[in-house]
């Protein structure tokens, strides 16, 4: 990744020297930054407590000034606010045992490697090493010194020649600092020269009998990530660590004590850190022992029987977005008031003790687009249409995409097309199949047309600089960033969708539920616009994204929590890929799945996907979970024309 330039001068804005700056930012973003504690920024930079805690100040000043603070309802109360989970934490795929297990058996492997073994396709990979290299320095090996220690241990790298070397471990280059200069280099340099001894650490490691994350039966089927994050674990005596911390315990010593796994001790302690010196631990431990109280009054014992209560659950959404965010509230919501809310959901139960289940009328309806009317495909829009009339083969299109689930149509106009004809086309579905249409057009002829002569309730437009929102109609509006704005060098303008969207809400707060404004986020696809427009090439680090699936999600995710239906478009995943092994149509069912598991109110695609059955392929299934879950890009090396770096930056 290197250093993320845009990171890089937002950190030296804030006051931070650029040699700092340009470490920090050095395979981060801003978000990865800001989850760093003091303690973290001295070990990893070698700083002085007093220059880390000046440098953590500076940070957490500017992230509390990009932070929005919400107030409770008058009465109280928590309004309907939602952020997303706090990642401080990593997933935790291996025990604090197994980690040691492994390091045991591996001395002198080297810690680098030994990373590398562990998590190959690892995200957020700087926080993560510190993570687990400061538990392995506070755990004591075989040989009485630390486990880091071990791992680093040269006693067991063996000396050989360079011809040794390439052979054993296939690379084609030599370890930095033993390549041959001058004339004894190149083509003819004697390899096996006694003189010419590079180190060679251990090559095989010893996994004993630990199963390797990649080969566990929940990621191997693209299962590891949770799809619904659970509710934050708070049944552990958060107190008791915090005294802990107080009295200059370490979190080994405390993992020890309270016998819990280690990643957790560090992850509440920085949050109780974080939230300390905002000046809201102290009410946040109350409300956290208040939901404890509550869980053991309705005899729940584990966290299992919590996500099993109805009634604790319904409360625990509630105070959700306080609990895991005390810092953007300017108080704390009164404990009174989640006990007239209790009181008040206790009483709407029936006899059985769970709730009234939802008639069908009441389940959130998802509004299916069809996008097969589009002169993009494999016949030209604009040759089809003439006044009143139009082509056979867009009303075969058209019944289908209806047949199949779809609640709308839309209409991709043709660079050529006239305003009325596509007016006509569009009454003439509306009128045969009593849905809705969505035109997408960036004519101002094509727009104006369709205002006048469509019925609005059944119309769809997109807001663009031809086509401004007009409250006062019934028209559905969709709200989506316009297409320029990401082929703009991110060197000079990196474009935020979240701030495009959070400004978009702001300007939207005093005009009150509309379910006519729909918000569209843009998947940007898992290949860069480089590579697309080159067609076939060299594929640099830069150019492959493999958080894309994941960055959409969060999209969803957040526009979900506000009032206004998401709508979204799966279809920039597919460029790039070829159509061999019906892999287009196989990744883009399960990106449009999981945009409804991630609160999605409306889909574009082509219907005709849910008629289709796939002959089972659990090799390519296990490559689409994993393309989608960000750990691997096998599927885009399998299935596109591009060549990819290995690790070493050698293309394969």
């Not at 689930?405 to 009593?434: K, R, W």
């Not at 480089?530 to 995710?557: H, K, P, T």
Request: proline content about 4%; hydrophobic content about 35%; overall charge negative.
């Amino acid at each position: 990744m290197g250093v993320n330039s845009a990171t890089k001068k937002k950190l030296m804005d804030i006051g931070i020297e650029e040699y700092l700056s340009n470490n920090l930012a050095r395979d981060r973003v801003w978000s990865d930054i800001v989850e760093l504690t003091s303690n973290q920024i001295a070990n990893m930079f070698s700083l002085s407590i007093v220059d880390a805690e000046n440098v953590y100040d500076l940070i957490s000043q500017k992230h509390q000034s990009e932070t929005r603070v919400f107030d409770p309802l008058a009465n109280g109360g928590w309004p309907e606010v939602d952020f997303e989970e706090d990642d401080s934490s990593l997933l935790a795929k291996y025990s604090d045992e197994e980690i040691i297990q492994l390091a045991s058996l591996n001395p002198g492997f080297g810690f680098r490697e030994f990373m590398m073994e562990l998590y190959p396709k690892g995200e957020k990979t700087s926080y993560r090493n510190s993570v687990v290299m400061q538990f392995l320095k506070e755990n004591q090996g075989l040989s009485g010194t630390n486990l880091y220690a071990d791992l680093q241990d040269p006693s067991h790298t063996s000396w050989v020649t360079k011809e040794k070397y390439k052979q054993v471990t296939g690379e084609k280059y030599l370890p930095q600092g033993y390549g041959s200069r001058g004339s004894s280099g190149g083509k003819k340099a004697k390899l096996d020269s006694r003189q010419a001894l590079v180190p060679l650490p251990p090559q095989d490691f010893d996994w004993g009998d630990v199963i390797p994350s990649s080969s566990r039966a929940s990621n191997r089927y693209g299962k590891f990530r949770m799809r619904v994050r659970p509710m934050l674990n708070i049944r552990i005596d958060l107190n008791r660590i915090w005294q802990y911390y107080e009295d200059g315990y370490t979190y080994g010593e405390v993992s020890r004590e309270m016998t819990i796994p280690y990643p957790q001790i560090q992850k509440w302690t920085n949050r109780m850190i974080q939230y300390e010196k905002a000046n809201v631990l102290i009410p946040w431990l109350e409300l956290v022992a208040h939901l404890n109280t509550l869980s053991s009054n309705r005899g729940n014992q584990s966290q299992e029987d919590d996500n099993s209560d109805e009634v604790y659950v319904f409360i625990r959404n509630i105070t959700k977005s306080y609990l895991n965010n005390p810092h953007k509230w300017s108080k704390r919501p009164t404990i009174d008031s989640l006990g007239l809310i209790l009181d008040e959901i206790t009483s709407l139960q029936g006899t059985d003790g769970n709730f009234p289940e939802k008639s069908h009328e009441e389940e959130t309806k998802i509004e299916i687009i069809g996008n097969q009317i589009s002169s993009e495909f494999n016949f030209r829009l604009d040759r089809m249409v003439s006044g009143g009339f139009y082509s056979p083969i867009i009303e075969q299109v058209a019944r289908l995409q209806v047949q199949n689930g779809a609640t709308c149509l839309l209409i991709n106009c043709g660079s050529s097309v006239a305003g009325e004809n596509i007016a006509e086309l569009a009454n003439s579905l509306i009128n045969e199949y009593d849905c809705k249409v969505m035109i997408q057009s960036s004519d101002q002829d094509v727009i104006d047309k369709c205002k006048i002569s469509i019925e609005h309730s059944k119309l769809i437009l997109i807001v663009n600089s031809v086509n401004e929102i007009d409250f006062a109609s019934e028209i559905t509006w969709v709200i989506t960033p316009i297409q320029e704005v990401f082929e703009i060098d991110p060197d000079l303008y990196e474009f935020s969708q979240i701030d495009f969207f959070d400004e978009i809400l702001e300007q939207f707060e005093d005009k009150g539920d509309n379910e006519n404004i729909w918000l569209q986020p843009v998947f940007e696809g898992f290949l860069s616009e480089r590579v697309i427009q080159s067609g076939s090439a060299n594929l640099a680090n830069a150019d492959g994204r493999l958080d894309a699936a994941q960055n959409f999600f969060f999209l969803i995710r957040k526009l979900a929590q506000s009032k206004y239906p998401v709508l979204a478009d799966c279809k920039p995943a597919l460029r790039g890929l070829s159509s061999s092994d019906s892999v287009k149509e196989r990744l883009i069912m399960q990106l449009n799945s999981n945009c409804i598991e991630y609160g999605a109110g409306a889909l574009i695609l082509d219907t005709n996907l849910s008629e289709m059955a796939f002959p089972k392929d659990e090799e390519l299934e296990v490559q689409i979970n994993q393309l989608i879950d960000g750990s691997s890009n096998e599927l885009l090396k399998n299935y596109t024309p591009f060549n990819f770096k290995n690790k070493f930056g050698v293309y394969l």
